[in-house]
């Protein structure tokens, strides 16, 4: 039920899109299925520092949104992207207990709110992003691009979620350190596909390159990456990443 709340009122606040309400309450109920309101309060935590740091200096922003896919109202690919592998975890979780899982469910939700963090606040910084496989500085928003502010912004997510889950869930300070390196890990993964199999696309009218299929009211040309291997499926993967980087740092 009180999933149901939160994806209401996400979608009420504009945060969520009726799709993307109806899927963080199922994710969130997976979640609470195996670890209880502490593993809600961690999703809540994700959520609510997400959807704060994407309405923070909007309109700086809107400069990016010729770049980006989507806006800031997040949809039903996007919340599966963040939290499918933490909802599995939760399933899991209840029918094999493990610390195991629970590394793995924080883990995946520190590399979450890591890449979060990194994509609202870096596009902020003072100085462009460097594309780490065209070695050059690109626009703010691109994919496979970093700055310090950002890569600073990433560890700092990932570390909210390894204290207050260590905290929450009463568990060693090896196991903090080992959330938040694994989340740190699947944000820098994250950049790593973007720069490298993710695909792009130009606009055929201004010659602008985007996230989008479609620009200047035309269809664009995929110019790098792999068909379908958009940013919602990089994110999915770079959270699996997160969540075994974690795994394996506690076995």
Not at 115 to 122: I, M, P, V
Not at 141 to 169: C, H, Q
Not at 175 to 183: A, D, E, K, S
């Amino acid at each position: 039920m009180l999933s149901g709340i939160t994806g209401f009122i996400g979608f009420k606040v504009n945060a969520l899109t009726k799709g993307g309400a109806i899927a963080a309450t199922i994710v969130g109920t997976a979640i609470a299925y195996g670890f209880e309101w502490r593993g809600l309060l961690l999703l809540g935590i994700f959520f609510l520092s997400s959807t704060i740091w994407s309405k923070y200096k909007a309109r700086k922003k809107e400069a990016i949104g010729d770049i980006v896919e989507k806006g800031s109202a997040r949809d039903q690919y996007q919340v599966i992207a963040n939290g499918g592998a933490a909802a599995f975890a939760g399933i899991m979780m209840a029918f094999f207990p493990s610390n195991w899982w629970l590394v793995f469910f924080l883990s995946v939700l520190a590399a979450s709110n890591s890449d979060t963090w990194a994509s609202e606040l870096g596009v902020l910084s003072k100085r462009p992003p460097f594309h780490i496989k065209k070695r050059q500085f690109v626009p703010p928003g691109t994919s496979g691009a970093v700055s310090l502010f950002g890569l600073i912004a990433s560890f700092l997510g990932a570390l909210l979620i390894g204290s207050v889950g260590a905290l929450v869930f009463d568990v060693s300070l090896a196991i903090l350190l080992f959330v938040t390196l694994g989340g740190f890990i699947g944000c820098l993964f994250d950049t790593l596909i973007g720069a490298s199999l993710q695909e792009e696309f130009r606009c055929q009218i201004c010659g602008i390159k985007t996230e989008r299929h479609e620009h200047c009211q035309t269809a664009t040309l995929r110019i790098k990456g792999f068909s379908g291997l958009n940013n919602d499926v990089v994110n999915f993967i770079s959270s699996i990443i997160g969540g075994l980087s974690g795994g394996i740092w506690f076995l």
